[in-house]
């Protein structure tokens, strides 16, 4: 009974939800910035899980024994699909009464905001390859080595640029001022790009018969850890470690911090194995949950 609530949340993305939920409070208390509205975390947090379930609808076709993940959504088509409707439908709820609760306030936004919101919804859907073909034919999943940048890209703005637009939105408040929040947003972009990269090598085997050249495929598992993982990782420890410094962090916030950058370290180097697909779902995507959890209590002790 409990492996299969395990696989019905983390199978079902339904974990991704709470990923984008504490990504979006963590970025909040450490710009010391209020909340946005509850109606807005709703939709923070049903969205993703609706994004993400996409891909596997109609997966039945390529499922088989040897793919856990596909095999369960084959196995579990009636209940994706109602998931898919109640949570789709609440999502388009939720986003239709924020834009006429709104209204005014959306259209008169600066044209920078416009600009951040068309970019990261122009990746959303290349991402899928929703476009239509005539208009522009790409679908950044089959682009090996640009599609975990896509994905941190994705994150980053959802957990560092989208909540400071719909504060702009909601209360008339600048979020966006000084470089704190250009670094988080990279900090974010570089932490969520190395998660991606790690969750590709459970496909390696179905990405070199693809002829799909992700950073594993091209370069195997053991350079892609110690070549780019773990480098990318010090580098962001290094940094983190030097803005501490040039703006005065407290001691305890930065080795908070520092804590899922050692985590991400230690299971990269763990990853020369084959692992389980939960343990990329649990512990790889955990390694997310861990980050903002630690940046929320080090922004909690900060004051």
């Not at 596997?56 to 088989?64: P, R, T």
């Not at 579990?76 to 999502?91: D, E, F, M, P």
């Not at 005014?104 to 476009?131: M, S």
């Amino acid at each position: 009974m409990g492996l299969k609530i395990v696989k019905f949340i983390f199978f079902g993305n339904y974990f991704v939800g709470l990923l984008a939920l504490a990504l979006t409070i963590e970025s909040t208390l450490q710009l010391k910035l209020p909340f946005n509205s509850l109606w807005y975390y709703i939709l923070i947090s049903l969205t993703p899980v609706v994004y993400y379930t996409y891909a596997y609808m109609g997966v039945n076709k390529f499922s088989s024994d040897l793919n856990p993940r596909a095999k369960w959504y084959s196995e579990h088509q009636l209940t994706v699909k109602w998931s898919q409707l109640i949570l789709g439908s609440a999502a388009i709820l939720t986003f239709i009464y924020l834009f006429f609760h709104n209204f005014y306030a959306i259209f008169h936004l600066p044209v920078i905001y416009w600009i951040v919101v068309f970019v990261l919804l122009l990746a959303a859907a290349l991402y899928y390859g929703l476009l239509p073909s005539y208009f522009f034919n790409l679908n950044l999943r089959n682009t090996g080595w640009l599609k975990p940048f896509v994905i941190g890209f994705v994150w980053a703005c959802t957990a560092n640029i989208i909540p400071l637009v719909v504060l702009r939105i909601e209360t008339g408040i600048n979020g966006a001022e000084g470089i704190f929040w250009i670094w988080l947003f990279i900090k974010n972009w570089m932490f969520c790009t190395v998660n991606a990269i790690m969750f590709d090598m459970k496909d390696y085997a179905i990405d070199a018969n693809r002829e799909l050249k992700t950073f594993t495929v091209r370069m195997g598992l053991r350079k892609t850890i110690f070549k780019i993982l773990i480098p990318l990782l010090l580098i962001g420890m290094l940094s983190l470690c030097i803005f501490a410094y040039l703006k005065h962090f407290l001691f305890i916030s930065v080795v908070l911090n520092l804590i899922p950058f050692v985590l991400t370290t230690v299971v990269a180097y763990s990853m020369n194995k084959r692992k389980n697909i939960l343990f990329y779902l649990i512990v790889i995507d955990g390694l997310i949950l861990v980050k903002a959890c630690c940046g929320i209590a080090g922004a909690l002790m900060a004051g």
